[in-house]
């Protein structure tokens, strides 16, 4: 619906149905100089819908007896229609009679007035009735409102009666928590919910206000209630007291504090163990020598109170040349301890047996593990925690304990984290230059890789952005080039799209270094994905002169879901290697094939083999079986190894069965993974069967002509002539002019660039709503958000995909897309070749179904005979093509009587005989 033209959203709308121009006079003088007031008038009933759906009146002005129609059936139809039975309608007529009136309320009028009426009476009631009107409104929202805000409290609600301490009201929240529904908590008395030792007087309950004071719901402690099942439930309490009338109430919101409790036990536990590990990491940031530290660190450890250890302990370090222990600090011990202790061979007494093990060495009495003994010793008990890294261990922590202590694991866990903690702050200590020399260089090297990797993509994008682009129109018009033509354009575009997935593993070359490359899986068909890798490699083989086939296992399915763009690669790397090695004459097989719940990738060729002794090195990065094969193949050594990392990352493996001299077959396992939701892909409509209307407004911003050529082309396929501006600045100028409906704004320009430019747009009233798509060669994510953050509405990335750029355009504008123009007429398929072709089809209906390989093959060349010509027998060959990708081999004779059906009726036209055997 759209407001009535002219008004703005604070006015009031009054729509007139009545054909008496005196009425007509009057209601526009009763209005004129009212501000806040429209008025629309409609002089026939039969009008009077479309009007009032349109501008969407406030209040509506009727005359019963307006010709076009039953003005008591128009009002039937407003009572029952939801956008317009709330609003105020008034009857203005000069029908008296009460049964009229009568009639008219009981439709729903709100108020009848009699011909002729006042100016000053007419404005009053207008006033009147959209005063009321709005009071309902905002009174029906209210309630509706606050019912839900009742209704979806995750709290638990009651609500009380004060005098009679009755439940009259209660939320799901409380059923739930109380374990009771709805009708027994309404008839248990609140008392009865307290736990025995609770007050009982529930006006002595924490937080409870008197009732009238106006109170706001506060907290006011705990309280243990009782549920249905008789457990015991901690609960947090919030009390509100509000009157309604003569009665006084109040709202009680409890919080289950259950899991609250816990953690506050939990962090009471835990707290002094945390601020003392706090306080060791402190101390490994303070400018102090290594030993001092270690004595800050002892005393801070001795000092935790929760601990059941006593004020004495040791710290010891190992002597990296003897393995012994070192006293580097101690607290609370006698004098003969310091000395027979200050070094301590490895596997002498309790810590020299715990440095030469990873686990705390516990003992609770003296015993036959305490080798050193001096007169007057007390009986006691040990913690010996080793201090250990990656590199061994560094030290012992040796704490004393009352004897008799009794070995608790919260206490262990602890003294393992002190232990780490110790061994970061030894390792620090030791390291700390050495390490950021190696921080610094890494972070230098990381930079240089990043800034190199973003320049290098970027201006590899730019180009192929009109590459692909023009590429995908003139697919739109591959009717007009001969099939292998087609079979080229195809075959530039699929190239140039793995070339897009080269780039983008360029770029996701810093995540595999870093161990954060990611897995996109989704439902791919296997069957599409391996047909459309052969075809772009059989060329490259036949110029080679070597034979290539694929192979297809009859039991692969239809959709199995995994990473498209990581298996593209690991069969492009394959293949590559496959054709490269393999000498003219010879062969290469691809295939895709499944083995129980694994799906296989193998990749076999005739080439020069592989000598076993040389088998694991081919996977190391930048390494080949032989270091001459780089003068006579070329290469960089880097495919096996991507192949290796990509195969590990999708959670397969890679192995390799070869010789010298006697070729190589590779072969990728994959978990088979089944599809989400779907047998069946859904199809994607072709970016060229979008089309907008003619009146869209649209500003392409693009400073590269290439870019912009291209991007002009497929926007005239798709019915638009967009304006054109070369940088943000030119952009903020021609919006004012254009008032574009769209705006594809490329990032990196001169003078403005794209994010600064709608940084400015989104900061105008013109601006504020437009779309804009974001386009740039710029692939890295940190570019993507910083798009999103400026305010674009959708960003695509170079080349920009023509199948991602139209859906999204239609979406930004609410448009949908219309389907394909019918292809133009072609010539009929000439007498003999379609015997021809007929032949070949029923000889293929005469194949066994295992020759998947020959069936398609002999039905492309037959596709590739028709195509230019007007026949079914094309579509008849690619159904049967698809017959055996789908697995629905059995169905090709049936497929090829279809075609026998058209041969037959063609035959009969041509000699003049009716359908059914009539001459």
């Known amino acids: 619906m759209q407001r009535m033209e002219g008004l703005s959203p604070e006015e009031f709308r009054v729509l007139l149905i009545d054909d008496d121009p005196w009425v007509e006079q009057l209601v526009h003088k009763t209005l004129a100089g009212q501000p806040g007031f429209g008025l629309h008038v409609v002089q026939h009933l039969d009008q009077a819908m479309e009007a009032v759906e349109r501008y969407l009146p406030n209040l509506i002005l009727i005359e019963l007896m307006t010709a076009g129609g039953d003005g008591f059936q128009l009002l039937a139809q407003f009572s029952e229609h939801p956008l317009i039975r709330d609003l105020p309608v008034i009857v203005l007529s000069w029908r008296r009679s009460a049964p009229g009136k009568a009639r008219a309320f009981s439709l729903g009028v709100d108020d009848y007035l009699v011909k002729p009426v006042e100016a000053e009476e007419l404005l009053a009631r207008l006033r009147r009735h959209l005063a009321i009107h709005e009071a309902r409104v905002h009174l029906h929202r209210a309630e509706t409102r606050y019912r839900n805000l009742f209704e979806h409290s995750l709290d638990a609600i009651l609500l009380v009666d004060d005098r009679s301490g009755r439940i009259v009201d209660c939320n799901p929240a409380a059923c ?26 529930r006006k002595s309950w924490p937080g409870n206000p008197k009732v009238g004071s106006g109170m706001p719901a506060e907290p006011g402690g705990f309280l243990f209630l009782v549920n249905g099942h008789g457990k015991s439930v901690p609960v947090d309490v919030a009390v509100s007291a509000f009157t309604h009338g003569e009665e006084h109430f109040l709202q009680y919101i409890f919080r289950d504090a259950t899991e609250r409790l816990r953690i506050e036990e939990r962090n009471r536990r835990n707290l002094q163990a945390r601020l003392t590990i706090s306080a060791l990491l402190r101390t490994a ?86 080798d050193m003994h001096y007169e007057g010793i007390r009986d006691h008990g040990h913690y010996c925690v080793p201090i250990g ?49 190696a921080k610094d260089a890494a972070e230098s090297a990381n930079q240089a890789k990043t800034r190199f990797l973003a320049n290098v993509s970027h201006e590899i994008r730019t180009p192929l952005n009109a590459i692909l682009g023009f590429a995908q129109i003139l697919i739109k018009h591959r009717e007009q080039f001969p099939t292998r033509f087609r079979q080229y354009l195809e075959n530039i575009l699929v190239s140039g799209e793995n070339l897009v997935e080269i780039i983008n593993n360029v770029l996701d070359l810093a995540k595999i270094e870093a161990g954060k490359l990611h897995v996109d899986l989704e439902d791919i068909d296997p069957r599409l994905l391996l047909q459309s890798i052969f075809h772009v490699h059989k060329e490259q083989a036949a110029r080679k002169g070597v034979l290539m086939n694929y192979g297809l296992g009859p039991d692969v399915p239809r959709l199995v879901r995994s990473d498209r763009t990581r298996i593209n690669q690991i069969l492009t790397n394959l293949l590559e290697n496959a054709i490269k090695f393999t000498p003219s004459g010879r062969r290469v097989e691809v295939g895709i094939f499944r083995d129980d719940r694994e799906i296989l990738l193998m990749v076999a060729d005739q080439g020069i083999g592989i000598p076993p002794d040389k088998q694991a090195l081919i996977f190391e990065p930048f390494e080949q079986a032989d270091g001459s094969t780089t003068r006579l193949y070329g290469g960089t050594g880097l495919g096996l190894s991507i192949v290796k990392s990509l195969t590990a990352l999708l959670g397969g493996t890679v192995a390799l069965v070869s010789a010298e001299g006697q070729g190589a077959t590779f072969t990728v396992r994959l978990p088979l993974i089944e599809p989400d939701a779907r047998e069946e892909a859904e199809s994607q409509p072709d970016w060229n069967s979008f089309r907008f209307p003619p009146e869209t407004r ?222």
């Open 698 to 919: 649209l500003l392409l911003v693009e400073d590269n002509p290439l870019s912009r050529d291209m991007l002009l082309a497929a926007l005239q396929e798709v019915g638009l002539t967009p304006a054109v501006a070369e940088n943000g600045a030119q952009c903020l100028e021609m919006v004012a002019h254009v008032h574009p409906d769209l705006i594809i704004m490329d990032l990196h320009m001169p003078v403005m660039d794209g994010l600064t430019a709608t940084r400015r747009l989104r900061n105008t009233n013109l601006g504020r709503e437009i779309p804009i798509i974001g386009i740039s060669a710029d692939a890295f994510i940190e570019k993507q958000n910083e798009a999103k953050e400026a305010g674009m509405s959708d960003f695509l990335t170079k080349p920009v995909d023509l199948f991602r750029l139209m859906p999204a355009m239609a979406r930004l504008l609410h448009h949908r897309h219309a389907e394909s123009p019918p292809d133009p007429a072609k010539p009929l398929l000439p007498l003999e070749l379609r015997k021809t072709a007929m032949a070949e089809l029923r000889a293929i209906a005469k194949l066994p179904l295992f020759q998947s390989r020959s069936i398609v093959v002999r039905c492309e060349a037959v596709i590739e005979m028709c195509d230019p010509y007007a026949s079914p027998l094309v579509d008849i060959a690619d159904r049967i093509r698809q017959a055996v990708y789908s697995r629905h081999s059995s169905r090709i004779p049936d497929i090829v009587r279809e075609g026998e059906a058209w041969e037959n009726e063609i035959n009969r036209a041509s000699t003049g005989e009716k359908p059914g055997g009539e001459p």
């Open 389 to 437: 890294s990656s590199k061994g261990v560094l030290g012992v922590l040796n704490l004393y304990l009352a004897p008799g202590h009794v070995q608790q694991a919260e206490e262990e866990e602890f003294l393992r984290t002190v232990a780490q903690t110790l061994a970061g702050l030894i390792d620090r200590k030791r390291v700390d230059e050495a390490l950021q020399r």
């Open 285 to 370: 940031l303070a400018p102090l020598s290594l030993e001092a530290q270690l004595k800050v660190a002892l005393d801070l450890v001795l000092s935790a109170p929760w601990i059941s250890i006593e004020s004495r302990g040791s710290l010891f370090l190992v002597e990296e040349e003897s393995g012994d222990l070192i006293m580097i600090a101690q607290r609370g011990l006698e004098e003969p301890v310091i000395t027979a202790c200050r070094r301590v061979r490895a596997g002498y007494c309790l810590c020299g047996r715990a440095s030469l093990g990873e686990e705390i060495l516990f003992v609770s009495n003296l015993g036959p593990g305490h």
């Open 176 to 201: 739930r928590l109380l374990a009771r529904g709805r009708e027994k908590l309404l008839a248990t008395p609140l008392p009865s919910l307290l736990r025995p030792d609770q007050p009982q007087d």
